[in-house]
């Protein structure tokens, strides 16, 4: 039969799964539980509003069959399965986020830094670490014919008919021969298998079962005499390893971080740990048990319009909705995460739920939660702030602009500004401690660098006087100043502004003698340049600089090169 090519980045990262010296080729077996489970999660969210399915919940599983003497490992499910066109899609190309995402690394750091593979999903080709031949036997739900994808390797894959009686997937590792360093004989042993189920996918919410080869000691007959030696006898049993309790149902004292971040490797495609992990179990008006995770760094795709924000709702274990975009604002959409509420039921549509009451609440209160847990970040762990904003600081920023700046009030301590004094990022609330008294204003710069704004000539003045100036560098920076208006009393003022230094009433008369004494100048001024500007005064905001631009009214120079760039 002849042979189908990998894509291209399909064929690299195999090539990586193959030769892998990674130490952790256990992962393979999470891998494959996952997208079992996940399959699984498929049909029987079907079955809620489906009747054809025929299968209750308790009828779904996930079984391990290892194979000593054929020296095969079995993984099957009965979920949803894949046509031949799935199969040929899913397993020839590398369609997923974390994969892409992976390449990219890979590309950008043009080495194969193998201890990667372990930090990070790698999905279905993770079989390859422990296989030499991998044999896919599938049969999609709705269709009556199965087929079958086996591949060794990156010189491709072959499709061909195959017989499966019922829906779901079965896939067979040949498990690799021994070597040296890597005894693969392990993935066939069943105490083995036993303990990386416990240790990487206990709380997969179907049952995983292992026909077990066990031994027991027989019943002493009732006439045995006392010279009677007990007998053993070996026997088969089935045996579901995991406890199948979720990780957000379990207490968060008994939940390690280890296993916090796994999840949230496995189900969000990202290859780093989370920054934070937000658990929590409320019982009040509405019950419900949540799990957030604060990513490190924004995917790939956060900034464009494929990024789908929401978190996974289900109801008593059973996932009722995948993205449910109302638990979570906008401005806290990097969030990933679950919902498990009882209050709701299995069968509730999309339009309903998003009505309810309790979906209203749940979402106020992990609003709270969220920035909560930001705000202790923010102020116990500064560096892993920072980190955090370099990635989702202008959603933040954005989210203080958005629906006519609703949310500024709940996001405002939560934004970062350069700070001339720090010489970094600082808030406005630690900036506004710093502050004499006798300051009048909060000052803000802007330009497109830190280091151009310092070389502004109206920042000299504002800085000789030792007051504090934050320099703004990005877009939504000064709208941001316009719309907070005021910090703790004290406006938020553009050193650009004409009186962002209160004169005093000499000053002010002294200016107004400079300003007779120069009106020849001044006049000059404004012939020469006539409608490019306004009017021609002196200036009551420099210093050393000879001259320099103002801009007129509310908006400032900055913003009017914004909106004109807006404008093209
Ligand atoms: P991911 O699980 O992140 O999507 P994988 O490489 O693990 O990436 O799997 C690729 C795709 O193959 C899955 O998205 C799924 O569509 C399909 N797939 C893998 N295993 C199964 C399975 N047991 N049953 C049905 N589909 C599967
Ligand atoms: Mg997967």
């Not at 390690?256 to 934070?276: C, I, M, Q, R, V």
């Not at 609003?367 to 560096?383: F, H, M, S, W």
């Not at 502050?435 to 009048?440: F, I, L, T």
Request: contains cysteine.
């Amino acid at each position: 039969m002849a042979k189908k090519q990998f894509k291209a980045e399909s064929k690299r990262l195999l090539d990586l799964m193959i030769n892998s010296i990674y130490t952790h080729k256990e992962i393979f077996l999470r891998e494959l539980i996952s997208n079992a489970s996940d399959a699984v999660d498929k049909l029987a969210y079907k079955a809620l509003t489906d009747d054809q399915v025929g299968l209750n919940r308790d009828d779904f599983q996930i079984t391990l069959t290892p194979d000593q003497l054929g020296r095969t490992l079995t993984i099957s499910d009965n979920g949803i399965g894949m046509t031949r066109d799935e199969l040929e899609q899913n397993l020839g190309t590398i369609a997923r986020s974390g994969s892409l995402q992976f390449k990219q690394d890979m590309d950008a750091e043009k080495k194969a830094d193998v201890d990667i593979i372990g930090q990070f999903g790698v999905g279905f080709y993770s079989a390859f670490m422990v296989a030499d031949k991998v044999t896919v036997t599938s049969r999609a739900y709705g269709s009556d014919e199965a087929w079958c994808w086996e591949s060794t390797g990156v010189d491709g894959y072959t499709l061909s008919p195959a017989e499966k009686e019922a829906p779901g997937t079965d896939i067979v590792l040949h498990i690799k021969a021994d070597t040296e360093d890597d005894k693969y004989g392990e993935y066939l042993e069943q105490y083995r298998l036993d303990d990386l189920i416990k240790k990487y996918s206990d709380y997969i919410h179907y049952p995983i079962r292992m026909l077990m080869h066990k031994s027991r000691q027989k019943e002493r007959p009732e006439d045995a005499d006392e010279d009677y030696k007990s007998e053993w006898e070996d026997y088969d049993e089935w045996e579901t390893l995991n406890s199948m309790v979720p990780l957000w149902q379990r207490p968060k004292s008994e939940v390690t971080e280890e296993e916090y971040n796994a999840f949230y490797k496995e189900h969000y495609g990202d290859w780093e740990d989370p920054l934070s992990v937000i658990h929590v179990r409320a019982e009040g008006q509405v019950e419900y048990k949540a799990m957030l995770y604060i990513p490190t760094r924004a995917p790939y795709d956060f900034y464009s319009r494929d990024f789908e924000k929401g978190l996974q709702l289900y109801s008593s274990g059973v996932l009722i909705m995948d993205k449910c975009a109302d638990l979570l604002p906008d401005h806290f959409r990097f969030v990933r995460g679950v919902v498990d509420s009882p209050d709701f039921s299995l069968n509730i549509s999309r339009e309903v739920l998003q009505h309810t009451r309790q979906l209203k609440v749940i979402a106020a209160n992990l609003e709270k939660k969220i920035k909560a847990e930001l705000l202790r970040i923010q102020k116990d762990e500064r560096e892993k702030y920072e980190t955090f904003w370099a990635s989702f600081g202008r959603q933040l920023k954005y989210g203080a602009l958005e629906d006519y700046g609703a949310h500024k009030e709940l996001l405002k301590d939560l934004l970062l500004f350069f700070s001339s004094k720090e010489g970094k990022l600082t808030t406005l609330a630690e900036y506004r401690g710093r502050m004499a008294e006798d300051q009048p204003y909060v000052y803000y710069a802007s330009g497109e660098s830190v280091e151009q704004i310092a070389k502004l000539p109206q920042v000299e003045r504002i800085l000789d006087k030792g007051y504090e100036i934050l320099y703004l560098t990005d877009e939504p920076d000064e709208f941001i100043m316009d719309a907070l208006g005021v910090w703790d009393e004290k406006p938020l003022k553009s050193v650009s502004d004409d009186d962002a230094l209160p004169q005093t009433d000499e000053e002010k008369a002294e200016a107004e003698k400079k300003a007779e004494e120069n009106k020849d100048v001044l006049d000059f001024v404004k012939e020469t340049l006539g409608e490019k500007i306004k009017e021609a005064r002196i200036s009551k905001i420099l210093k050393s600089g000879a001259v320099c631009l103002t801009a007129d009214g509310p908006i400032t120079l900055e913003m009017e090169k914004y909106f004109a760039r807006m404008d093209q």
